[in-house]
């Protein structure tokens, strides 16, 4: 299975992204990781994004998209890819379909995690991290049994900066503008699938393991 995984910031997609990777035995594609290691490991590739990260510069999308060709083409690969963080807009989504095509791993489909705006702000807003253990809670839909302490550990409870309303609100409408158009681009080949992301974690997962068991 080759899939692209689509959701807004707070969807959920990083966690059930796990999941398919440990029930499938697929591999995670993320542009992040990919551009952290290649740096680590100081390849061309990884020479050339620092420079333009050191620039105060975005790595360009040729950059990313060789990495990713690259990543494609390893034989961990073989049983199944989930791309995730890219693309992130329709000119992406289009230099992307050229380069499957061009090295013969088609995409399956695309998997859109569907929360409305209003959730995941609230989602996003009101979510606290233990700054100890990592564990994740949230003061509206899921809080912690005693308040800024972590229920895993008891560890502190911290709001991260850019959860803040205003830094939430500027990156949903980001998704908006750049990444919903790719729903209509993956719908017009037949190739988008969508998932309600309001039920809870394993209903999700569930639906998400029956829909991608049809593609190997």
Same mark, same amino acid.
């Given at each position: 299975?080759?899939?692209?995984? +689509? =959701? ?16 499938? =035995? ?5 542009t992040?990781d ?21 620039? =105060?510069?975005?790595?360009s ?28 807009n ?6 992307l ?9 088609? +995409?399956?489909?695309?998997?859109? +995690? ?21 564990a ?55 190739? +988008? ?5 309001t ?18």
């Amino acid at each position: 299975m080759r899939i692209v995984l +689509l =959701g807004a910031p707070g969807s959920g997609k990083g966690t059930q992204a796990r999941q398919l990777v440990e029930h499938f =035995g697929v591999v995670q594609i993320s542009t992040g990781d990919l551009l952290r290691q290649a740096v680590a490991d100081n390849t061309e590739l990884g020479q050339k994004a620092k420079k333009a990260m050191d620039n =105060g510069e975005l790595v360009s999308d040729d950059i990313v998209l060789s990495m990713i060709k690259d990543r494609l083409q390893q034989p961990d690969t073989d049983n199944g890819v989930i791309l995730d963080g890219f693309p992130r807009n329709l000119a992406q989504a289009k230099a992307l379909e050229e380069l499957m095509a061009d090295i013969k791993c088609p +995409l399956d489909a695309a998997v859109l +995690l569907d929360v409305p705006l209003d959730s995941l702000m609230q989602r996003l807003t009101g979510r606290l991290t233990c700054q100890d253990c990592g564990a994740v809670f949230n003061k509206y839909t899921n809080p912690p049994r005693k308040d800024g302490i972590c229920d895993e550990c008891g560890g502190k409870l911290i709001q991260r900066g850019d959860d803040n309303e205003t830094t939430v609100r500027q990156r949903l409408e980001t998704f908006t503008e750049q990444t919903e158009p790719l729903i209509d681009f993956y719908k017009k080949q037949n190739k +988008l699938i969508s998932i309600d992301g309001t039920q809870d974690i394993d209903t999700i997962s569930a639906e998400f393991k029956d829909v991608l068991k049809r593609f190997g």
